[in-house]
């Protein structure tokens, strides 16, 4: 079997987890932790970073500090991960779900320009959304497939309606625009998630970063249940979301390498373009000057007048090998089918077409070489029966 994509686990991994436990420090004090925070807050050129127990809470976190709360909405593509919507759904608000662009499969911002405008009045400061009433408190881009947003325009557009933004960059550190990091595209806050399936894992876990001190401090605050002091005072509703650091020690290990793993990752996406390059109806995953993907995972769009996806993954499956679907998009799934919502030509169009690819940062030239011989094929004995 060729996996989808697994972890690496070929560095310090296992030699910083024996020194915690030999330390004693196995929970959420310790110096893995910290150096953690310091790892990654310098990976994605921020100042500050707090690592989380995951991308999600880290996400949740941040909104709350934001002053998202019960009552609200926030912007969010629909054609991303089901994490992103609960992290609002989380504080009690519900997201207003757009399309994507279909250049770069992001929140398409002219669409959320034009219902800001549209769609909204101003009410004492507020944003108001017009037909349910509610205040619209914050923007979610969601970084897709680890490829940012449109930044400098949602910057833009947040600014002139007082909004905040909070970047789910789940799976994008390593990403770039320009010579621009990946924390440095002007969201108040980027989350990332190290989750077992991302490029850099910690087992589980997630950060926040950001260049504004006192909303690190403040989320921070929150991530360790809102105490004051040593004894058992707390001034707010606090979460217990703070990363261990048995997970910061895998994460520290995992960090030393993430520069190794987003090049791997960066080349298995740019052999697959090559050797699918030029087969009808394929379509490579985006990436428009001068955003630079993480490449998270690879594969291709297969455009359903030329074949067939869900057959080829089927195909790929008999092999061995392990491709996948990739996001139904959260307008179609059920606890979020009655949110506000645009029109959903791109996404619905879209998300039954993805195919992705065996992209563990350690997959053999071989090995991709059978997936692609073996997917060329597929498509081929498709093409011939359409
Ligand atoms: C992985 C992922 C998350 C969730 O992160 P967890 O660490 O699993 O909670 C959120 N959003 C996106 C886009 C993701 O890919």
């Given amino acids: 079997m060729i996996p989808l994509a697994e972890p690496n686990l070929c560095g310090n991994e ?11 420090y196995v929970s959420s004090v310790g110096r893995f932790v910290d150096q953690f925070e310091a790892m990654v807050a310098a990976y994605s050129g921020a100042q500050f970073a707090v690592a989380t ?4 809470t880290g996400l949740h976190v941040a909104l709350t500090a934001l002053g998202v709360g019960p009552g609200d909405l926030v912007i969010l593509p629909s054609f991303t991960f089901i994490a992103s919507a609960n992290a609002i759904a989380h504080c009690g608000a519900l997201p207003w779900l757009f399309d994507v662009d279909p250049r770069t499969w992001t929140l398409d911002c002219d669409l959320v320009e034009s219902a800001l ?3 909204t009045i101003s009410q004492a400061g507020k944003v108001i959304h017009q037909r349910s009433g509610l205040r619209v408190a914050a923007i979610m ?3 897709t497939l680890g490829l940012p947003a449109n930044m400098d325009k949602l910057v833009a557009l947040a600014q002139r309606y007082h909004l905040p933004i909070v970047a789910d960059a789940a799976a994008a550190l390593g990403a770039e625009v320009g010579n621009r990091k990946i924390a440095q595209l002007g969201a108040d806050a980027t989350v990332f998630s190290f989750n077992g399936n ?9 950060a926040v970063v950001s260049n504004n001190k006192d909303l690190i401090q403040l989320i921070r605050h929150l991530t360790t249940t809102a105490r004051v002091g040593r004894d058992y005072d707390h001034d707010r509703v606090g979460f217990n979301y703070r990363m261990t650091n048995l997970q910061a020690a895998v994460g520290c290990a995992q960090m030393e390498n993430a520069d190794v793993f987003v090049q791997a990752k960066r080349r298995i996406a740019m052999t697959y373009r090559q050797a699918l390059a030029g087969v009808t109806g394929v379509e490579p995953f985006p990436e428009p000057e001068p955003l630079k993907s993480a490449c998270w995972f690879s594969g291709f769009r297969l455009h359903m007048e030329h074949g067939n996806a869900g057959s080829l ?12 679907r990739f996001w139904k998009p959260i307008h179609l799934q059920t606890p979020y089918r009655h949110c506000p919502q645009t029109a959903m030509l791109v996404s619905e169009k879209l998300w039954p077409e993805i ?6 940062t350690h997959l053999t030239v071989q090995d991709q070489d059978v997936v692609i011989k073996t997917t060329l094929a597929g498509l081929k004995l498709q093409q011939a029966a359409l």
Avoid: F, M, W
Avoid at 14 to 24: A, F, G, I, P, R
Avoid at 53 to 56: D, I, K, L, N, R
Avoid at 355 to 360: A, E, G, N, R
């Fill in 14 to 24: 296992l030699k910083y987890l024996t020194e915690c436990v030999h330390s004693n």
């Fill in 53 to 56: 127990s995951a991308g999600t």
């Fill in 117 to 119: 405008c549209d769609q």
């Fill in 141 to 143: 881009p969601v970084y």
């Fill in 198 to 206: 991302k490029t850099i894992t910690a087992g589980g876990g997630g």
């Fill in 313 to 324: 993954i089927d195909y790929l499956a008999a092999a061995s090998i392990g491709a996948r």
């Fill in 355 to 360: 195919v992705t690819l065996p992209s563990s």
